[in-house]
């Protein structure tokens, strides 16, 4: 299993172009999420999805689209990257969880975006 | 708003046992996690507290007290290789929704 595999591994952008970043597990998790961690910081969560063809807002969505056509993928649009976007960017997976018993997220290598 | 806080840095000695607590003010909780994350690296699960307690993973322990918003992560016996980053996060809703803290750098020293 190659557990969650992220594409690109690094990108360089201009400010005002698009890109998509894609996600995939092999785990037929029903969960996935996308974070962007800054220099030194935490993790923000940006969009989240609790199953195919449903998608969620996290805590910093604004300048980001989602889409989950498929179970096993989750793709990260930017349409017009601008340089706060710049960042490192992790999709995570996690099993359906039907009681507070467990709540592990299982995370890819992550993407490593500039904006110039 | 939404807010977890954890000290910003640990140090401590190889074999000894260090405690990382996370405070957190949400608006809803559904469980706190703990995860590490080497530099460079993506951050992977350690522990997992729903309910109030201790939970014991091999040298990892961690606690919560949903009562006082409070939970640690504790290391025994450290070695060099536990040095990394700590994160806290608490699920917000039934929905997965997550909020993860600032992170603690912990140094381990021979």
């Known amino acids: 299993n190659a557990g969650v595999t992220q594409t690109p591994k690094f990108r360089v952008l201009k400010t005002g172009q698009s890109m998509t970043l894609l996600c995939a597990q092999d785990?037929?998790?029903?969960?996935m999420y996308w974070y962007r961690q800054d220099p030194g910081m935490g993790l923000r969560l940006i969009h989240y999805?609790?199953?195919?063809?449903?998608?969620a807002k996290g805590e910093v969505p604004d300048g980001y689209n989602v889409s989950r056509l498929k179970k096993q993928n989750f793709l990260l649009g930017l349409e017009s990257a601008a340089p706060s976007q710049t960042s490192v960017y992790f999709c995570?997976?996690?099993?359906?969880?039907?009681?507070?018993?467990?709540?592990?997220?299982?995370f890819g290598p992550g993407t490593r975006l500039t904006v110039l | 708003g939404q807010s977890l806080e954890q000290p910003s840095e640990v140090t401590a000695v190889e074999g000894a046992i260090v405690q990382i607590n996370c405070t957190y003010q949400?608006?809803?909780?559904?469980?706190l996690s703990w995860y590490q994350q080497h530099d460079g690296g993506a951050p992977t699960f350690l522990s997992y507290n729903g309910l109030d307690g201790l939970e014991e993973t091999g040298r990892f322990s961690s606690f919560l007290s949903r009562s006082d918003s409070y939970g640690y992560l504790l290391l025994q016996e450290l070695q060099m290789k536990d040095s990394a980053s700590y994160f806290c996060a608490v699920r917000t809703n039934y929905g997965q929704n997550f909020v993860f803290g600032p992170g603690t750098r912990l140094s381990v020293l021979p």
């Open positions: 949400t608006s809803g909780f559904y469980g």
């Open positions: 995570a997976s996690s099993p359906s969880v039907d009681t507070l018993a467990e709540d592990t997220q299982y």
């Open positions: 785990m037929n998790h029903e969960y």
């Open positions: 999805s609790v199953g195919e063809g449903t998608t």
